[in-house]
């Protein structure tokens, strides 16, 4: 009880210093953990003098616990209609990656085995901070958040993959071929598990919130039983049983109890390991901050040259790479298994730890909209056509969106030339179609704006998916009105100081919905239930007929 | 790996425990009951689990989490309520348990150091049982819940004067009487120390921390969390239970404005370590007992689910509280407790039982908590058949006549017929305004405590993916739910919550995209700010004079 106190209490003291110094908080986890090893008495504490870690038992299932719940967030249908993108975009960066550390973990004098493992410590990114970081940036569900959900799908199965071949690799080809079979039947039965056997549990037995919990931890225990049975690594066991609870709703059914646990076991997990590594030498530490200047330095422009390739925009792709810049909870993993096997030595298991919590630490600090918009500039191949040829007197829409298409019609009518600036590939196909002039960008680019002539328009719509373009978009062009859609009343303000004319889009909303409401009350006023049947249909079918043009 | 004890014994508990709770469903039975046949099936009766240390940290680490939400639960001033009444009827029952518990077992044929040890392990009620029931069925802050909980405080700490006696006894022989006294006085100076540190710090010390960590809810559950432990670790240090501690820990905490949060918070975490708790009860029990032992665990049993509740029903009624809660608050006790586990196999080392009384007292643990978790479970048909009988009649289970309504205290109204509003941003907040300009009932909900502010409807901190939000929010009887978050699953989970109960929903579709999952989920309305952008949108224009035919 006491080892487990501690363990808590020097969590507690690292979330406030994290919050004090604004960092992540994982890596002062760590560090905070490290301190605790200063002096071994926490050593005598846990009972720890006989060569045994006291706190195994809280590594082993930490992190299994974590693998799980990040699985429970990889929900496939999130980035389906991205699937190509993230196929390549993943298999690239993984693959690339790896050969690059091959390569820098043998110039740095290591031998074969433990150069494999370096590199694969380097190859994927982290489920559990990026997910982390997209959900603060509130950016789960644009599409470069996506495709880096997707890519993580992708290593992460990839990594279970290798992690099963590494552990069997003493056993040679035969070994390695049933680890691999064993892990094709975990695959499917968990597939089984999440297509039809937990819809039909749920909706059989309508499971309370504690029923849930056991649940999810009857499914984590059942495969890690079966994974023990078959001899694979039990991560694989954690990953697959994550991802039988990611589809809707049982996914979001599972969060909030997932949530509190997670926080739990993030946190104890992370200061044992760092009391784990203890405090490291210079000569680790070096190394270590050579290897993470490597996956900093050469997986941004990595991931946003593929992403890129494969359809997404410059500021996307970027943004994606900047993201995905550290190394994954899964080099733990297999630094903890590659030492266990005695394939790599406990310096090499404290490189890989300490690189995994540098480039942790840094993604925060890397990952964000202000990062990617200083990058932009940098890009090679962005398009620096000359304007000429530049439309004048138009009605410039910056951001076509979903709902574009109904400022179309009266804009037509009342005989605007309309152009059209959209990052979206099938916005601009379906635009063209109709012979819409249409230019494929990112609206808050300068060199977009100069090209979609912003600065000879009548007017400019500005409808992106974040303010912070539309401003970007008002410091540039000046002398022509600009109507800017906000959804913040905070924001108004900004764009009127900036010069534009702000359109709160939630009055406009509030206001339909009372309307409805008003309707549904007075039709049957008092019945609780029966008070608002009335079903308005999706905006897409009948509120196209209810032209929201008509005042 | 998995050869590691732990993790192993781990997995065969949760797995044993999902299947039975699912299987108990079909039949009704209560979660702990469940729970305790579950260990009872995995532990003596198949023998593929046996009782390891780690088992024991995780099922400690959840009763003093179960502690703590106790303490969460209640507060200083609920607690001061029923101080009085839960003393008086707390040490009343124990006294007369183990009276009565001692005289049968004279019967039974025991000795009398023997009897004095069954009396005292029938005596006392377990916190933990009582506690996740009252929890189960949402009671623990009701008057009925909190004299319960107050008489399972106060055998608590003569638990602690039993212990701190029990273990200056050496043997039958040698009671080293300064050493015991020491022990007594360190472990009541403790007890007041820890009360005084709890107290003060709840006043002075924690909420501004708190009120700065508020605003990330992973660091106020870290900070709570912690805050629970290090209690513990100071009651250990005093020689108090860590029940003590991690209650004291919850209590200190209970003023501060987040504690409905923390409470759903944790609830999670003790869950899962209280169902440990539990079936490792079960794998700890001596089944081969039982075909020796049945007669006299029967009659012990039975005597704990009847005089129990009655003295308590009597103490409680003749101190002046009305008779239904003081009725509920005695069936609440009828139990014996876990502590019966530890207080009973001391004696035994110290030679001062024999092995019967170690068995009879598991055997009776069993069947009582298994017992009590109907009881409580039943607690209105019970009451409902007593008073039709006319069994409650009697003088003695009657209040004083001038104490009628002394103790009335107002139970918080519950909402209905309201409209829940999710997310404080601009579009919740404007549509929170002009619903109440209409005259309608509100709760507006949000997970950052500052959007809470000015607003004309009751509020409430929270994150919806707890459903214990909603149905604290009241959703079964609301007539509509807004929720205006960016948050695509949370909104998809929130719709798929009101289909579950009847309740229409308007849902925020800030990309049109997700408009055809949310139709699917049987939304009543979507709000699609962006639809309604373009109509302001094209005012404006209209206003700049770019809409007149040229």
């Known amino acids: 009880m006491t080892l487990f106190a501690l363990l808590l209490i020097t969590a507690a003291a690292a979330h406030a210093l994290a919050r004090l110094l604004r960092v992540p908080v994982i890596p002062v986890l760590l560090v905070a953990g490290m301190l605790l090893s200063l002096g071994g008495w926490m050593d005598k504490l846990g009972g720890a003098g006989h060569g045994h870690f006291a706190a195994q038992p809280v590594l082993e299932f930490g992190l299994a616990f974590l693998v799980f719940a990040s699985g429970v967030e990889l929900n496939p249908r999130r980035f389906s209609r991205h699937l190509p993108a993230v196929l390549w975009t993943g298999a690239l960066h993984f693959v690339i990656s790896a050969a690059i550390g091959l390569a820098v973990a043998m110039l740095l004098g290591h031998g074969w085995l433990t150069a494999i493992y370096v590199a694969l410590g380097l190859s994927a990114s982290s489920t559990l901070v990026v997910l982390r970081q997209l959900g603060l940036r509130r950016a789960m569900f644009e599409p470069f958040g996506r495709i880096v959900t997707g890519v993580l799908l992708v290593q992460d199965l990839a990594y279970v993959v290798l992690i099963v071949v590494l552990s069997h690799l003493p056993g040679g080809a035969a070994s390695i071929g049933t680890g691999l079979a064993g892990t094709l039947a975990l695959a499917v039965v968990a597939w089984v598990c999440q297509r039809h056997l937990l819809p039909w549990l749920l909706r059989r037995f309508h499971p309370d919130e504690e029923t849930l919990l056991l649940w999810l931890f009857a499914v984590l225990s059942l495969f890690m039983g079966a994974a023990s049975l078959l001899e694979l690594p039990m991560i694989a066991a954690a990953f697959f049983a994550g991802f039988i609870f990611s589809a809707f709703p049982l996914n979001g059914l599972v969060r909030g109890q997932l949530n509190s646990l997670s926080q739990f076991f993030l946190a104890i997990f992370f200061v044992a390991l760092g009391w784990r590594v203890g405090v490291p030498d210079l000569r680790v530490l070096v190394q270590a901050l050579q290897l993470a200047v490597v996956v900093i330095v050469i997986t941004p422009p990595l991931v946003a040259a593929v992403a890129e390739w494969r359809g997404m925009t410059a500021r996307g792709s970027i943004e994606a790479g900047l993201l995905l810049a550290q190394t994954s909870e899964y080099s733990l993993v297999l630094a903890l298994s590659g030492l266990a096997l005695q394939h790599i030595s406990f310096e090499v298991f404290s490189v890989i730890t300490l690189t995994t919590v540098i480039t942790m630490a840094v993604t925060p600090l890397l990952g964000t909209e202000r990062t990617a918009n200083w990058l932009l500039p940098f890009h090679p191949l962005r398009r620096r056509r000359q304007a000429h040829g530049a439309p004048s007197g138009h009605v410039l829409v910056l951001g076509f969106g979903s709902a574009g298409m109904w400022l179309m019609r009266p804009l037509r009518a009342a005989g605007h030339e309309v152009v059209v600036v959209d990052d979206d590939a099938v916005v601009h196909a379906t635009l063209s179609q109709r012979g819409i002039p249409c230019i494929r960008g990112d609206g808050s680019d300068p060199a977009t704006l100069e090209r979609a002539g912003a600065a000879n328009a009548r007017v400019i719509l500005a409808t992106m998916r974040r303010v912070s373009d539309a401003l970007k978009v008002l410091s540039h062009v000046k002398h022509v009105p600009v109507v800017v859609r906000v959804g913040e009343r905070s924001d108004e303000q900004v764009v009127r100081d900036l010069g534009g004319i702000p359109v709160l889009n939630t009055d406009n909303a509030a206001e339909a919905f009372m309307q409805w409401f008003e309707t549904a009350e007075a039709n049957r006023p008092g019945a609780a239930k029966q008070v608002l049947p009335e079903r308005l249909d999706r905006p897409g079918r009948s509120r196209a007929n209810q032209d929201p043009s008509k005042p | 790996m998995l050869e590691d004890g732990f993790l192993r014994s781990f997995g065969i508990i949760v797995i044993a425990a999902a299947a039975f709770v699912m299987a108990g469903r079909l039949v009704r039975m209560p979660a702990i009951v469940v729970y305790l046949l579950a260990g009872l099936v995995v532990g003596p009766l198949l023998g593929i689990v046996g009782m390891s240390s780690e088992l024991q940290l995780v099922s400690e680490t959840g009763i003093a989490l179960l502690l703590f939400l106790v303490g969460l639960e209640l507060s200083f001033a609920k607690i001061r309520d029923v101080g009085r009444v839960a003393l008086l009827a707390g040490l009343g029952q124990m006294a007369l348990t183990l009276a009565g518990g001692y005289g049968l077992a004279r019967w039974l044929g025991l000795a009398p150091v023997e009897g004095v040890f069954l009396g005292l392990a029938l005596a006392f009620s377990s916190t933990v049982v009582v506690v996740k029931l009252l929890d189960e069925h949402g009671q623990l802050g009701q008057l009925h819940g909190r004299i319960a909980v107050g008489i399972l405080l106060i055998q608590d700490v003569v638990v602690i004067v ?102 759903r918070r944790v609830h999670p975490l003790m869950n899962l370590f209280v169902a440990i708790f539990f079936v490792s009860l079960g794998i700890r029990m001596d089944l081969g007992a039982l075909r020796h ?101 009697w003088r003695w289970l009657q209040p004083p006549a001038n104490a009628a309504g002394a103790a009335a205290t107002p139970e918080a109204q519950p909402l209905a017929g309201h409209i829940i509003v999710i997310g404080m941003n601009t579009l919740g907040r404007k549509l929170v305004e002009q619903l109440a300009a209409r005259g309608e009932t509100l709760l507006a909900i949000d997970t950052d405590p500052t959007k809470l502010h000015g607003l004309p409807a009751r509020t409430m901190l929270g994150n919806v993916e707890y459903l214990a939000v909603l149905e604290e929010a009241g959703l079964a009887s609301a007539k509509l739910l807004i929720t205006t978050l960016h948050i695509e699953d949370t909104n998809n989970l929130v719709a798929y919550h009101c289909r579950a109960h009847g309740v229409p929903c308007a849902v925020n579709v800030f990309d049109l995209s997700l408009a055809d999952d949310l139709l699917d989920l049987d939304v009543a309305y979507l709000i699609a700010p962006k639809v309604e952008g373009v109509r302001a949108q094209l005012q404006t224009l209209r206003d700049l004079g770019h809409l007149e035919k040229p």
């Open chain 2, 293 to 393: 032992e049945w007669w006299p665990a029967l009659v012990l049993s039975v005597f704990v689910l009847i005089i129990k509740p009655l003295v308590v029903l009597v103490a409680v009624a003749r101190l002046g509280r009305p008779q239904r809660p003081a009725f509920f608050a005695g069936l609440s006790v009828a139990q014996i407790s876990e502590f019966s586990f530890i207080l009973v196999p001391l004696g035994l080392q110290a030679g001062l039982i024999g092995p019967r009384v170690f068995s009879i007292t598991g055997l009776v643990g069993v069947i009582s908590m298994a017992a009590s978790a109907y009881l409580i479970r039943y607690a209105e048909p019970i009451h409902a058949f007593c008073h039709r009988r006319g069994l409650l009649r």
């Open chain 2, 162 to 263: 039993i212990l701190t006696f029990l273990t200056g006894l050496g043997g039958p022989e040698n009671l080293e009487l300064a050493g015991m006294l020491g022990g007594l006085g360190k472990a009541f100076g403790g007890m007041a120390a820890l009360l005084a540190l709890a107290m003060l710090a709840a006043r002075y010390v924690l909420p501004r921390p708190f009120h700065w960590a508020a605003r990330s809810p992973e660091t106020l559950l870290i900070w709570a969390v912690s805050w629970c432990f290090l209690l513990v670790l100071v009651a250990h240090e005093f020689g108090l239970s860590l029940e003590v501690g991690a209650f004291l820990a919850g209590l200190s905490l209970a003023q501060l404005p987040y504690n409905e949060d923390l409470k």
